[in-house]
């Protein structure tokens, strides 16, 4: 049952009104831009497909399947799927990423070099697994959600997150051993 404002953002959505619709935007943005930065750590790529999810919320309310109780549940479940469509386009189409970098002061030449390189081995990692667990590693870590938040969003009980987060990270450990 959503709470009173819940409802109240939700009505005003289905009603168009620009203003609620601003709300929205303002209140969810961080927070599906964050998920999607996490699972694309690329901020261009991020901001794309941030901006195509609540594209993709005005047009699912136009069509009457918009959110019903839980609009960021909604908003991140519905990233969740754009950074897989995502993903899909890049494996059809590959690209060479190029990633900036700015070097702590305070590290040695030979510190930020591993850094960089421990950074791109779990980015590599993290490509490895499956998009399942991509998205509980995502939602926990990145958006660091609670377990009853992330089995809301991934529409699981909490004792399958739980599986799931101990599997991924399983899988993780073992991707960023083998790239060693």
Avoid: C
Avoid at 7 to 31: C, H, M
Avoid at 100 to 117: C, H, I, N, V
Avoid at 136 to 145: D, P
């Amino acid at each position: 049952m959503p709470n009173p404002d819940d409802k109240q953002e939700l009505d005003g959505l289905q009603q168009f009104d620009p203003q609620v619709i601003s709300e929205i935007y303002d209140r969810y943005f961080p927070y599906v831009f964050r998920y999607v930065q996490y699972r694309l750590s690329d901020i261009a790529h991020a901001e794309d497909v941030t901006s195509d999810v609540f594209m993709r919320l005005l047009e699912a309310v136009r069509k009457g399947k918009g959110p019903e109780s839980n609009i960021k549940a909604w908003l991140l479940g519905t990233a969740s799927h754009a950074v897989n469509d995502h993903h899909r386009q890049t494996y059809r189409r590959p690209t060479e990423e190029i990633t900036e970098f700015t070097p702590d002061l305070q590290a040695t030449p030979s510190e930020s070099t591993e850094q960089r390189e421990r950074q791109r081995r779990i980015r590599e990692a993290l490509t490895k697994l499956t998009p399942e667990q991509q998205h509980v590693i995502a939602l926990r870590f990145g958006q660091e959600l609670s377990l009853e938040e992330t089995a809301l969003v991934m529409k699981k009980k909490t004792n399958a997150v739980k599986q799931l987060q101990l599997r991924a990270l399983a899988a993780l450990n073992r991707q960023v051993d083998e790239l060693l």
